[in-house]
């Protein structure tokens, strides 16, 4: 499980470096697909990450609004804000969270119960699911996209030989 947050955050800095060369008008048009444009779908990105690790630790979920963070420099205040008290969840997550329970009301009164396993790799293939949009994206503006490559990111450990 850290294995794979850790990808997506590395991906997320790549994203956020490519965003730099990126004009702001760009950034901030409306595409289709997504949340909206590239800026939005990055912010939507750490503001689901979070809100979903809030629930689990049973804190409290409020929804930021994109329109207070609708600049690269911004977005990133916000994922440095956030970040800290997900990966303090993430490095201590072990199996016996695995099968806790969620329990949560929709919006029409159906109760939906779901295991903490289930969340986190539901926040987990959101990111996976956005890092293809903005890939996409990337394209149509004529830039390489970043690398959705798992592998050479050194994340996991080489065995060493006895």
């Not at 004009?23 to 289709?32: I, N, P």
Request: charged share 30%; aromatic share 10%.
């Amino acid at each position: 499980m850290q294995t794979l947050f850790h990808y997506n955050w590395q991906v997320r800095e790549d994203s956020y470096r490519l965003c730099e060369e990126i004009a702001e008008e760009e950034l901030l048009l409306k595409r289709t697909g997504g949340v909206g444009g590239i800026l939005e779908t990055l912010f939507h990105i750490v503001d689901v990450e979070w809100s979903w690790i809030r629930v689990l630790q049973g804190k409290s979920d409020f929804q930021e609004n994109f329109e207070e963070f609708n600049s690269l420099k911004r977005v990133r205040e916000l994922d440095a804000k956030f970040k800290p008290e997900v990966e303090e969840f993430v490095l201590n997550w072990d199996e016996s969270m695995e099968n806790n329970l969620l329990h949560d009301t929709l919006p029409d009164g159906r109760i939906v119960t779901d295991t903490w396993g289930e969340v986190m790799r539901h926040v987990i293939a959101h990111e996976i699911h956005h890092i293809g949009q903005l890939s996409i994206w990337a394209r149509e503006l004529g830039i390489k996209p970043v690398s959705a490559n798992l592998i050479g990111r050194g994340l996991a450990p080489i065995p060493q030989k006895k």
